[in-house]
């Protein structure tokens, strides 16, 4: 049972276009989200987070929004830039902020096109 | 600052045999977790150590253990391997009690054949 779902496996978006990466959870206990991007041969990196208590949180060209009712997180890029070409994991945790068990969605391939 | 590092970063193993990866947080961090990433998924949570004891554990089995030394740096041994242990295997650091977000090291990729 997936409890952190990311639904689309990948993106193609142009360059200096948004970016929108879109993550689904079940899993009501979960109280703090991650996005981590990942380059091939590399360990994730994080990029940003939210607490439950929040519904946006922003930095820099990144922002994610959390709706809470809808169980539901994006991560927007704004403007994407071909750097940005990377697998993006959501993860969850709860009850332990960062230093708890994260939970894992599948991941999703962002191609940006120059 | 040398953040996580995993040693080594590619195996080869037979099945049945066992494999130690390891892991040294990053610095200022007491706390780590390790996680396996098969193909084409995203990182499982195996377990976690703080004040060389395990904290906190995922689903896998007995076969999957670890050890924490007094410098925070970790060791997860897999006994009797199989061909499905065959993945990247990620170490995370973070600090007991504070902060943001762990820090993952590059992994190790073990393969069983």
Known sequence: DQQVKQNSPSLSVQEGRISILNCDYTNSMFDYFLWYKKYPAEGPTFLISISSIKDKNEDGRFTVFLNKSAKHLSLHIVPSQPGDSAVYFCAASALGGANSKLTFGKGITLSVRP | DAGVTQSPTHLIKT???????????????DTVSWYQQALGQGPQF????????????????????????????????????????????????????????AFFGQGTRLTVV
Do not use: M, W
């Not at chain 2, 049945?16 to 947080?25: A, D, E, I």
């Not at chain 2, 689903?59 to 897999?78: A, K």
């Open chain 2, 15 to 29: 099945r049945g045999q066992q494999v130690t990866l390891r892991c040294s947080p990053k610095s200022g961090h």
């Open chain 2, 46 to 101: 195996i377990f976690q150590y703080y004040e060389e004891e395990e904290r906190q554990r995922g689903n896998f089995p007995d076969r999957f253990s670890g050890h924490q030394f007094p410098n925070y740096s970790s060791e997860l041994n897999v006994n009797a391997l199989l061909l499905g242990d065959s993945a990247l295997y990620l170490c995370a650091s973070s600090v007991q009690g504070g902060g943001t977000e």
